[in-house]
């Protein structure tokens, strides 16, 4: 079509061009039977579950989808019988944003412990920037597992949170007893 808009319950398309494809038989060899024709209409009404808002959703990247819009497309896509997995781990991902800035500030701990003094700055905030990007790395990892394993949507994006997390803690009771 060369253009549309939205009436609430689907689309109007103007100048649109239908084109009609032969049945398929059920079988592969046997040839298909019929032509292919195109026909012209100049108004088109179109009936869709597709909204404005589900189709600028379907061209924005996941991770750059807020999550009332992550989980109305997961939604229109679990109504359409569509595959959710990605969708659902970069909804979770978001969902533990907040923890992860405590889980930052937790892993930062040991670092701003030690003595200042004792020289080796640069070597400590070369560490701290390892173990950030460490972390980064790692929710990515997890992120991109989460799709591929069985294992819930929701344990695989806090499961890094929870590995720094301790790994923080065991890093401030090594400092502490030394």
Same mark, same amino acid.
């Given at each position: 079509?060369?253009?549309?808009?939205?009436t609430?319950?689907g689309?109007?398309?103007t100048n649109?061009v239908?084109?009609h494809?032969p049945?398929?038989t @059920?079988t592969?060899? @046997?040839?298909?039977?019929g032509?292919v024709?195109?026909?012209?209409?100049?108004a088109?009404?179109?009936?869709?579950?597709?909204n404005?808002d589900?189709?600028s =959703?379907?061209?924005t990247?996941?991770d750059?989808?807020?999550?009332d819009?992550l989980?109305?497309?997961?939604?229109?896509l679990d109504?359409?019988?569509?595959?959710?997995?990605?969708?659902?781990? =970069?909804?979770w991902?978001? +969902? $533990?944003?907040?923890?992860?800035c405590l889980?930052?500030? @937790?892993? /930062?701990?040991?670092f +701003?412990?030690m003595? /200042?003094?004792?020289g080796g700055?640069?070597?400590?905030?070369f560490c701290g920037v390892?173990?950030?990007?460490? $972390?980064?790395?790692?929710?990515n990892?997890?992120?991109?597992l989460s799709?591929?394993s069985?294992m819930?949507? @929701?344990?695989?994006a +806090?499961?890094?949170?929870?590995?720094?997390?301790? +790994?923080a /803690?065991?890093?401030?009771?090594w400092?502490?007893?030394?």
């Amino acid at each position: 079509a060369e253009s549309g808009r939205w009436t609430g319950t689907g689309w109007e398309l103007t100048n649109a061009v239908i084109i009609h494809y032969p049945a398929v038989t @059920a079988t592969k060899d @046997a040839p298909q039977q019929g032509s292919v024709t195109t026909e012209h209409v100049d108004a088109l009404k179109l009936t869709s579950t597709v909204n404005p808002d589900i189709l600028s =959703v379907m061209t924005t990247k996941p991770d750059r989808m807020s999550m009332d819009e992550l989980n109305r497309f997961i939604e229109h896509l679990d109504q359409v019988h569509q595959d959710t997995e990605h969708y659902v781990s =970069v909804f979770w991902s978001k +969902a $533990f944003y907040p923890f992860i800035c405590l889980v930052m500030l @937790a892993v /930062a701990m040991p670092f +701003a412990y030690m003595n /200042a003094r004792s020289g080796g700055m640069a070597v400590k905030i070369f560490c701290g920037v390892l173990v950030g990007i460490a $972390f980064y790395a790692l929710n990515n990892i997890f992120l991109y597992l989460s799709v591929l394993s069985s294992m819930p949507p @929701a344990l695989m994006a +806090a499961l890094p949170s929870i590995l720094m997390c301790f +790994a923080a /803690a065991l890093s401030l009771w090594w400092l502490e007893r030394r």
